[in-house]
């Protein structure tokens, strides 16, 4: 995964408040395994920014 990757979350984090499905994007890369990550709703709201291990995205093709 790199920079600017377009994501979908695979599970939910209810501690986040994200929920499996939601489409984001990588922001910064970390490392292997830990990326900022944001997310936002149809209008372009901001509902999450945070950083996010590898397991909880998937790169949408």
Request: aromatic share 10%; net charge negative; with cysteine.
């Amino acid at each position: 995964m790199k920079q600017f990757d377009v994501v979908k979350i695979t599970k939910d984090n209810p501690f986040e408040g994200i929920t499996k499905g939601r489409i984001g994007t990588i922001l910064e890369v970390y490392d292997d395994n830990h990326y900022e990550v944001e997310i936002c709703d149809s209008n372009g709201k901001t509902l999450f920014l945070g950083a996010l291990s590898r397991d909880y995205l998937k790169v949408v093709v």
